[in-house]
Nanobody
Framework: QVHLVESGGGRVEPGGSLTLSCAPSRPLATSEQLAWYRQGPGKERDIVASITHDGIKGYVGAVKGRFAISRDIATNTVYLQMNDLTSEDTGIYFC?????????WGQGLQVTVSS
């Protein structure tokens, strides 16, 4: 079973930046991917960004141009760089791995955008 170690998050003022990281317990294999989801207050959990084993990236429209997902193969870590944050970005961010034909969730990171 894959384990995910998340780090990052916190509080930032509007317009600020934060970086989240997620390290799975083994490297991605072919057809596997990692993604970031977020759940805002009173909202459902929705996907924000994803990256495949081949490095193909995807973003939800609301974060395009502001968020960037990347992968450091050497450290087996996926990052979510979040820029120009707004209050709408507030929520719990979860790393999700589709690995070994199973979905695995991280514990979640609180991101609060507030002045």
């Amino acid at each position: 079973q894959v384990h995910l170690v998340e780090s990052g998050g916190g509080r930032v003022e509007p317009g600020g930046s934060l970086t989240l990281s997620c390290a799975p317990s083994r490297p991605l294999a072919t057809s596997e991917q990692l993604a970031w989801y977020r759940q805002g207050p009173g909202k459902e959990r929705d996907i924000v960004a994803s990256i495949t084993h081949d490095g193909i990236k995807g973003y939800v429209g609301a974060v395009k141009g502001r968020f960037a997902i990347s992968r450091d193969i050497a450290t087996n870590t996926v990052y979510l760089q979040m820029n120009d944050l707004t209050s709408e970005d507030t929520g719990i961010y979860f790393c999700n791995a589709f690995m070994g034909s199973q979905f695995t969730w991280g514990q979640g990171l609180q991101v609060t955008v507030s002045s």
